[in-house]
Each structure stands twice: as C-alpha cells, then as structure tokens.
C-alpha cells in the first residue's frame, strides 16, 4: 500500500482526458498533473528538445514524491520515453497511437491515424505500423494548429472544424473504418470528429486500456492506494489556468507554477 500520489505530465491540456479516466476507474488514487502550456506543443519541436522538456517535467514529479509517472503524450512518450526509465528509478508509464487494435479490427483493410508530426516520424510509430500493418492501408495525417486551437479553448468555433473537415476528408473518400487518435488533445475533438465521420467509422480511444495498465503497474508493485477515501488532483500549469478550470471538477486544485 502507498498513499503517494500519481504523477502524469503532458505538452498542455491534453491528458486532463486520462487524468479523468484515472479519477473514475481508481478513485483512491490521488494525483499531480503538470501541464506544461509554455512548452505545448512538442509536435513540432526537435527530439531532443523533446527529451530535455520530458526529463524536466518526470524530475518535478519525482522531487514532489509521486510514485509513478504517467507520461500522458503521445510525443513525449514516442521520443523520449526510453531515456526517461533509464534516469528514474520508479514506474514510467508511457502511452501511444492504438494502431495495433485498428490494425486488427479494420473490416475495410484501411485505417487513418490523426497524430502530430513528431510522433509520426518516431521510431517507436513506425515500428508499430510495421509490425502488424499486413497489407492494410495506413492513412496518416500531421494535425497542424488542433493542439493550439484546443490551448486556446476554440473547440467549438469554425476554424477549427474546418481544419478537421480537411484533415478527415481525405481518410473518409479512402474508406477508412477504424481513426487512431494519436494525440492525447485530440480526444476532446472526438465530438466535432463524430458530426463529421460516418457512424460506420470507430474511434479508438486508448484511455481506459491506459488506466488498467497503470492499475496493474500499481498493484504488480504494491503501490497501490487501499484507503477507502475520494481522490484529490493538483493540477500545475506554467500557463492560463482558467480554460483547466473549466474543465476539471470539484475534486482538482489548479495552481500556476514556474516548471
């Protein structure tokens, strides 16, 4: 048993959607989340920038006592993962694209993957897709201004939607019936994506397969929190905190710290 919370970092907003599937699946969990807004994006940065920025944000978590370390991006994690478990010596926890269940589940043989360009160019990506494509048709697309737009808090405006009828367009006239989101912002487009994807098309959302991997990790290590009590987020940006404090519940604290 171990009452230390979690920690999980992101570029920004975007793991706020793991963080929620965190809360609701181990409710004993209390957890710290950097988003580190002043860096966001890392998409468009060079791997080893990408290094230096995951390196500092798994060494504020480590110093504030979290137990594991839950990278929630999909960049930080294809780029810079491997270097992050060789300098701590606690859990890391990386995520990637769901490729491997689209790959299996595609009716059509055609999926598409809507990820920033960092993590498409990543060694880990393309191993993946190589691995188990077996003849599938992969259709990928670099998501240029989503992650700035939903920093911004502009979800619902038309710019934006415009730029997902652009980037989905394509996909959809190829016949794809599986969309990997390969970025952890991305899931808070998943509505809009919905109005503009036929209902035939499936999203695959990796979060609750996420969450029971850190369950595991957590348990298979003795970490795990047994007291009966709700969960407590703090939440540290190096940004804007009131577009995180419209989304976030009555259980997380959001604070400004200079990270």
Known sequence: MNIHPIGIFDSGIGGLSILSEINKML??????????NKNCPYGNKSRKEII????????????????IIVIACNTATTNA???IRKSFEIPIIGIEP??????????????????????????V???????FSNN??????????????IENGDLNKNDTKDLLISYLNPMINSNIDQLVLGCTHYHFLIPLIKK??????????PNQAIVKQIERILNE?????????????????????????NMVDLNSEVELLNF
């Open 52 to 67: 230096k920025l995951s390196i500092k944000n798994a060494s504020t978590l480590f110093e504030m006592g979290c137990k």
């Open 125 to 131: 990506f393309n191993q993946t897709s190589n691995k």
């Open 81 to 83: 993962v491997k270097e």
């Open 221 to 245: 290590n003795n970490l795990n929190n047994t007291i009966d009590n709700s969960y407590k987020n703090i939440i540290y940006t190096n940004g804007s905190e009131e577009i995180i404090k």
């Open 27 to 36: 409710p004993n969990e209390n957890t710290i989340y950097l988003a580190d």
């Open 136 to 149: 599938i048709e992969i259709h990928e697309q670099i998501g240029y201004g989503l992650v700035e737009a």
């Open 196 to 205: 503009i994807i036929p209902k035939t098309t499936h999203i695959q959302n």
């Open 98 to 123: 769901a490729i491997k269940p689209a790959l299996i589940n595609t009716k059509t043989g055609k999926i598409g993957i809507l990820a920033t360009e960092k993590t498409l160019s990543s060694n």
